[in-house]
């Protein structure tokens, strides 16, 4: 037995456990360690000033996860069976993200190539990863991207890496609670954990965990419906992908005249063309550069653009069903009149949480009499989670309060009255770290 432990302090976890030099190795790859630069939750910190933990904690978390959960599935089925699919598991869970990029899911809105493709190719083209990986033997590689991409051939180590009861949600829903300081995303880990089991190649949870497993499904719905989709979060992405958009266009117009090279060579060509040393060149903190040389640019939309994301002057969200085609057109007028560009400054969003899906990948429950069952058919609880929807338009606070027949017009257009404006501009939802 070799004596390699490492151990890691961890806000969540207590202690993260490295026994494996291996995994301390892929610890330390660049590739991996560039996810202390990258937020887990995007602009989240925007609205929630605790929320400035990196995807780098959540990769160890999502370990450690998975570390526990292989030692509760020997323990109860004497699974996994050999070392490779222990590496298997522990590696998937510890690189499932590194494909990630700045503000990642608004980044991808922007270059539309999928964190996932990014990940796939950084397993396979970068040098020091692949060299790692290539250790355990030359399949390695390949099959980690297999799990990550479910094509079905470790169905144990795919489900436990993505579905609707995987060591990632199990480990983010907590970290992001902790870190936003909202109580409603907890739940009992090490209970969770202790009511998996294995029936054949399917992870199931023992019935005995069934009010577990409950709380679980309540944390993810309220950190979705109360943190992920906060309408100020989502704001603040609509005005990153604004800045990007205006930024693309006015370099390709060659009117830049100064901003961090990295981000260029996603304007130059298609996404396939970028090679994988670029992308890792592009983490957050390039991205925020970029930001404070847009705010010094000749070109006052963007300028305008950066400063607000800089200052924390936000788009105001509105919460209101979809504007009708007079209804746009009316509020593009009006912004105009007070001097916004309309197609930068004016846009909606609906965000849609879903409650818990039961089609297809349903959480399986192992009855006392040995059957297997659905989730949703042995809890009423689950059963009443429907997916939701809400419709958000976002735009420049000045637009809405003023006292010119422009802005009374807007008002008007938006359904609030002069005494309203105040409530209604601001989130309809608790704010927790709005400006006075
Ligand atoms: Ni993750």
């Known amino acids: 037995m070799t004596s390699f432990v490492k151990v890691l302090k961890d806000p969540v976890h207590d202690e993260i456990l490295v026994e494996d030099p291996w995994v301390w190795r892929l610890i330390n790859t660049a590739a991996l360690q560039r996810l202390r630069r990258i937020r887990q939750l995007g602009t989240s910190y925007l609205t929630f000033h605790g929320a400035e933990h990196s995807r780098f904690t959540h990769s160890l978390g999502a370990y450690e996860t998975m570390r526990r959960v292989l030692i509760q599935l020997e323990r109860e089925c004497g699974w996994p069976r050999d070392e490779r699919d222990r590496k298997l598991a522990l590696s998937a869970a510890l690189l499932h993200d590194v494909g990630h990029g ?54 144990i180590v795919e489900q436990l890496i993505s579905s609707q009861l995987d060591v990632d949600r199990m480990d983010y829903l907590l970290r992001d609670a902790m870190n936003t300081g909202v109580s409603y995303g907890r739940f009992e880990l090490a209970r969770l954990i202790r ?57 390709q117009a060659g009117g830049m005249e100064d901003m961090p090279p990295e981000l260029t060579v996603f304007w130059r060509g298609s996404a396939d063309q970028v090679r994988v040393q670029d992308y890792l060149a592009i983490d957050e903190s390039t991205l925020v550069y970029a930001f404070h040389c847009f705010a010094r640019s000749a070109d006052v939309v963007l300028a305008d653009l950066a400063r607000r994301f800089l200052h924390r002057r936000l788009l105001a969200p509105v919460i209101r069903p979809e504007p009708t085609q007079e209804e746009w057109a009316a509020l593009r007028t009006a912004a105009r009149a007070l001097g916004f560009h309309p197609d930068y400054y004016i846009s909606g969003r609906a965000s849609a949480v879903a409650g818990y899906v039961y089609r297809g990948e349903g959480i399986s429950v192992l009855m006392a009499d040995g059957r ?6 042995e809890s009423k609880l689950v059963r009443s989670l429907v997916p939701e929807s809400e419709y958000r338009l976002f735009l420049p606070k000045e637009m809405i309060e003023g006292d010119t027949p422009v802005h009374e017009r807007v008002r008007s257009i938006l359904g609030m009255h002069a005494s309203r404006v105040g409530a209604g501009a601001s989130a309809a939802k608790p704010e927790p770290d709005d400006r006075p």
């Open 102 to 155: 700045p503000f990642s899911h608004t980044f991808e809105a922007v270059y539309p190539v999928h964190h996932e493709q990014w990940t796939r190719r950084i397993l396979l083209e970068d040098d020091e990863l692949a060299t790692v990986l290539g250790e355990v033997d030359d399949a390695f590689a390949d099959d980690l991207v297999g799990v990550l991409e479910k094509r079905g051939r470790f169905p």
């Open 195 to 251: 009511s998996l089991s294995l029936a054949g190649d399917q992870v199931v949870l023992k019935a005995s965990g069934l009010h577990t497993v409950e709380q679980y499904i309540l944390a993810r719905y309220f950190m979705y419906t109360q943190v992920y989709f906060h309408p100020v979060t989502v704001g603040s992405d609509v005005l990153v992908m604004q800045i990007l958009r205006r930024a693309g266009e006015v370099w």
């Open 372 to 377: 297997v069952s659905e989730l949703s058919r």
